[in-house]
């Protein structure tokens, strides 16, 4: 409080002080951390400067506190004469006072003291009396178990013939009931002399409790008595020992029936499916009795609660024998026999999960460690590496040979086209197809539809690299062949077949070079196939194993699957392309004889033309022969998109042509004229000229070239080139009828 008064007190500085007034209020103030503090802001200088201004302010205040209160500062020492006495005087009780609560607070604490021992002590005692009470408790009750069991407690000798020793019912109940008590009474008595002692009188109590429980549960068993082996059961529960007569029934009941039907014997002679139907068999036959006590499906209100006869008893053994006896049945060696055995495994599991009769006992059969072990001896892994060696194995020997053809009716024209197709529906078939691997098989579907993308791109750059070495080839040749006869360079006839292209039996590029076309054609053909018949394979095939795993993200997986079918549709293109270029590289080669048509005309004396020229159905002749050709093959798509790139492609050159072609008719047609006008030569010509037979003619086969494209399905005037040709050409002959 005084710090806040003082605080208060403080008069505040001006904003620009390097320091807050607040610290010199603290109790850890320093002089030397301060000066470090501030130092580390502004200089010493500074500092100095700002603590003068402050002090004076601080001066300033006291003076003004002074004169505010002048008469309290003269008067302060006159009001403290004789504060000492009265101080003095208050010191004596005040030390009393001091000492006589001292002295009580000593005595209550060597009570307190005093009590804790003697409630520790009686807490002790308390205990032993407990204990003793307990161990009187055990003695009575081995007591009285040993008179109903009529065993001696004298020392005499005990009868180690149990069947001696067989109780009825009623009073086998009434032991487990004494012998629960006593149990509990052992277990909180651990550690005493006493307990041990009477140890063995315990234990042979145990024997011929025990003993006698088997027994009845035996006798209940064999006349298949429900009263004896609920009461059995129930007691079994009472003395929480659950688990041995669940041990008892599986080793004198289910292991010797599963023992006799399983075995290799057994397996070779009926095989897998009979042999797991007789051990179901077993359910009916020699459980039906305990489980109407026992299972919660049984009839009637009064079931014995605790027990799971098939979980516990049953299955257990079932594994045990099967991994012993049958070892076999596990090999993944051969994966089609693997296969089998798997799945008829798989549907008796499924027939015993079935028998458990509610959701609690499969449960627990699931999580039951014998469960996890019959699982695991399936070596799933190795049976999906063999069906992907078989499966990507033959796809990809296929692949290494792209271009030879299937064999019989196959679906496709391609052998590796045939053997991913029958791969991708192999992953799915129900002889290779296992629900727990549907992850791995639709994993090698998209893996084997990756690889047939990335082997399209592949083969494209490898086949057109080959093209064009061939090619290089056969110019490098020509160029030695003309080399080698410069002399004869000036002859016609050289220079013509030195331009020439080269023989249709040069096997070097017209046979690669067609051949490849083909298969460009056959590569579409089937992959456009593939693709139509994805969706197809997703929903007839996939689908339904998804749904049988009720697996939700169907949609997911769908999208997965037109990525690839997608990711296909594109490597498709660069084929096309290579065929609409050999189809031009074909029909181009007679556009080129439009330039031989003013030749044929000028100062031929031909007769008008009336009929298109030869050139223009040799030049579309190529193309409609390859629609004819591959009609049955691929889809109307396809072919009519080559038909529409091809013939825009030659429109576009027909077009350069043409115009070459009428602009020097039409140069050569001003000469002439200023020609004769310079010698006075009458200029006045009856008839067509010959000019005028060039733009005819020309004018006929690019009419012609309209009927051809009509032949083949395409509009003409889908063709913008071809537009510009009939423009060009009309107005040639307009141009040239002006006067």
């Known amino acids: 409080m005084t710090k806040e008064i003082a605080k208060t007190l403080l008069p505040v500085g001006p904003s620009s002080l390097c320091f807050n007034k607040d610290e010199f209020m603290k109790d850890s103030f320093s002089v030397d951390e301060f000066v470090s503090t501030c130092r580390k802001r502004v200089q010493l200088e500074q500092l100095r400067d700002d603590l003068t201004v402050y002090q004076r302010l601080l001066r300033s205040a006291m003076i003004e506190l002074i004169n505010k209160d002048y008469a309290d500062f003269v008067n302060l020492s006159a009001n403290l004469v004789g504060l000492d006495k009265a101080i003095n005087t208050l010191s004596v009780p005040l030390q009393n006072v001091k000492q006589e609560v001292t002295t009580v607070d000593t005595a209550v604490l060597e009570s307190l003291s005093f009590i804790k021992q003697k409630l520790k002590k009686r807490a002790e005692i308390r205990q032993r009396i407990a204990c003793l009470q307990r161990l009187m408790t055990i003695s009575e009750l081995v007591d009285k178990m040993e008179r109903l069991l009529n065993i001696p407690k004298d020392g005499s000798t005990f009868d180690s013939d149990l069947s001696t020793h067989t109780l009825d019912g009623a009073l086998i109940e009434r032991v487990a009931t004494e012998f629960n008590q006593l149990q509990f009474h052992v277990t909180r008595n651990k550690k005493v002399a006493l307990l041990e002692a009477i140890r063995p009188r315990i234990v ?379 189809l031009i590289a074909r029909c181009a080669a007679s556009l080129k004889q439009v330039n031989d048509i003013p030749r044929l005309y000028r100062r031929t004396n031909r007769e008008v033309p009336s009929k298109p020229s030869v050139y223009i159905n040799a030049t579309v002749k190529p193309l409609s022969s390859f629609l004819q050709q591959n009609q049955a093959m691929v889809s109307t798509k396809w072919l009519h998109l080559w038909a529409t790139a091809v013939l825009q492609k030659l429109s576009e050159q027909y077009y350069v042509l043409t115009c070459d072609v009428l602009t020097s008719v039409r140069k050569m047609e001003d000469s002439l004229k200023r020609l004769k006008k310079g010698r006075k030569v009458s200029s006045i010509v009856q008839g067509m000229t010959d000019d005028d037979k060039i733009r005819l003619q020309i004018s006929l086969d690019v009419q012609q070239l309209g009927n051809e494209m009509e032949a083949v399905g395409i509009d003409k005037k889908t063709i913008e080139k071809y537009g510009d040709c009939l423009q060009l050409v009309h107005a040639a002959q307009k141009g040239n009828a002006e006067p």
């Open 204 to 582: 042979q109590i145990t024997s011929v409790l025990q003993h006698s429980l088997e027994q009845q549960f035996v006798v209940g068993l064999q006349q298949k008595k429900t009263d004896v082996l609920r009461q059995c059961l129930r007691t079994y529960a009472t003395i929480d020992k659950v688990k041995d007569v669940e041990q008892l029934f599986r080793q004198n009941v289910i292991r010797p029936h599963v023992e006799e039907v399983v075995s290799e014997g057994r397996l070779s002679e009926v095989g897998l499916k009979v042999m797991f139907g007789q051990v179901l068999e077993v359910i009916p036959k020699h459980c039906q009795t305990l489980l109407s006590v026992t299972s919660a499906l049984a009839k009637g209100s009064d079931v014995v609660q605790g027990y799971d006869i098939l979980v516990n008893s049953v299955w257990p053994e079932i594994v045990i024998c099967l991994e012993a006896r049958t070892p076999l049945i596990f090999a993944p060696g051969d994966p089609d026999e693997f296969h089998q055995k798997y799945t008829i495994s798989m549907q008796f599991l499924d027939d015993f999960e079935t028998s458990c009769g509610s959701l609690t006992s499969v449960r627990r059969l699931r999580s039951h460690p014998s469960y996890s072990t019959f699982m695991s001896k399936w070596s799933l892994p190795v049976y999906f590496q063999i069906r992907f060696q078989e499966i990507a194995g033959t796809f990809e020997t296929a692949l290494s040979a792209p271009f030879v053809s299937s064999s019989g009716d196959a679906e496709f024209s391609l052998a590796a086209n045939v053997e991913l197709w029958c791969g991708l529906c192999q992953c799915w078939e129900e002889r290779v197809y296992l629900p727990a691997l549907c992850h791995r098989f639709w994993k090698l579907s998209l893996l084997m539809l990756r690889r047939y993308s990335t082997w399209l791109q592949e083969l494209y750059e490898e086949k057109k690299t080959t093209v064009r070495s061939d090619i290089e080839n056969v110019d490098v040749s020509l160029s030695l062949q003309a080399s080698a006869g410069g002399q004869r360079s000036a002859s016609p006839a050289f220079s013509d077949r030195r331009s020439a292209s080269p023989a249709p039996g040069d096997k070097s590029t017209t046979v690669s070079e067609t051949d490849f076309l083909q298969y460009c054609v056959l590569l579409i053909a089937d992959a456009e196939k593939l693709v139509g018949k994805m969706p197809l394979l997703f929903v007839d095939k996939v689908k339904p194993r998804l749904q049988e795993l009720n697996f939700t993200d169907i949609n997911l997986l769908q999208a997965g699957l037109d990525e690839s079918v997608v990711d296909i549709k594109q490597k498709m293109q660069p084929f096309s392309t290579c065929i609409v270029e050999a």
